[in-house]
């Protein structure tokens, strides 16, 4: 419980709030699902056949079936309907590459899923280390995405067929005793195939999950351009501008103080035009002794 509490501190669990995080949570908890509704499977049905002679008659024939589906295997006793003679008969079809196929994607996805959450809660530095573990993660889920696509439409083109091969009025029109003059064959009940319904839905839910899972992951590798992931840490950050602006002292190249001015603050070149330089001399202009002209005269 500490170490929960330290994790939940350090913001380990961040990525769960994240789609990349949100999506493997999903497909680790919808793989279960699709798994265990396919694999766990078991059902049965029951047929009447009734012969002209009582005695010869069996009313209550339960046929059980399940996971893996080798139908070709599963038999039944069944009355011939000719003196007191009983028969073997044997559903029809081998649908165990399919839904054993289903399975195993299904199981496969379940731990790549918890692996994936593991690495990005304890591991994600390593993770995104020379972008080594966003591509592989990419490429897996890509291929365990088209898995999806592949175990799932087999295995629903496969639970069409069980259901056609032990519907009871199917199995009814095969058995020989059901011909004979003056029997009467019918089924009690139907196989509950809800369950494997069920396993496809999640069969394909899993492939829109793996799917869409595709581009976030694909984004973590930086091959989107400006729509990828940011720098990774440790990137060396953008200069900042220098103090004061473009428009403040020290601009570029110029000295504290202006072009030809020496550094200091107040120390600019601002000649003295009072003091012997260009103004008038000393004591003025026409400030001496009065001319007459009128003596020159």
């Known amino acids: ?22 999506l493997k949570l999903l497909e680790w908890l919808f793989s279960i699902f699709a798994f265990a509704t396919c694999g766990s499977y078991s059902g049965s049905f029951r047929l009447s056949v009734e012969c002209a002679t009582r005695n010869e008659s069996n009313l209550n024939i339960a046929v059980d079936f399940g996971y893996p589906f080798r139908l070709h295997q ?22 165990s590459s399919a839904a054993e196929f289903f399975v195993t994607v299904a199981v496969f996805a379940f731990l790549y899923a918890l692996g994936a959450l593991g690495v990005y809660l304890f591991l994600d530095s390593k993770y995104r280390e020379n972008n080594k573990g966003p591509v592989i993660d990419l490429v897996a889920t890509g291929a365990l995405a088209f898995l999806w696509l592949v175990s799932s439409c087999a295995w629903a083109k496969a639970l069409a067929d069980v259901k056609e091969a032990t519907a009871p009025a199917g199995v009814l029109a095969e058995l020989p005793g059901c011909r004979r003059p003056g029997a009467r064959c019918r ?5 509950l195939t809800s369950g494997l319904n069920t396993s496809v839905v999640f069969g394909f839910l899993n492939l829109v999950l793996w799917t869409g899972n ?50 200091g603050g107040g120390g600019g070149y601002q000649p003295d035009y009072g003091q012997g330089g260009y103004g008038p001399p000393e004591g003025g202009y026409g400030q001496g002794a009065p001319t007459s002209f009128a003596n020159q005269m």
């Open 1 to 22: 419980m500490e170490v929960l509490n330290q994790l939940v501190a350090g913001g380990q669990f961040r990525v769960i709030k994240e789609p990349l995080g949100f």
């Open 74 to 95: 599963v038999y039944f006793v069944a009355p011939t309907c000719q003196g007191a003679g009983q028969e073997k008969v044997f559903l029809v079809g081998d649908y």
């Open 187 to 191: 089924g009690l009940r139907a196989p």
């Open 214 to 263: 595709v581009w976030f992951v694909f984004k973590e590798t930086g091959w989107g351009g400006p729509w990828g992931r940011g720098p990774p840490a440790g990137a060396p950050e953008k200069q900042a501008a220098p103090e004061g602006g473009y428009g403040g002292g020290g601009g570029y190249g110029q000295p504290e103080g202006g072009y030809g001015q020496p550094g």
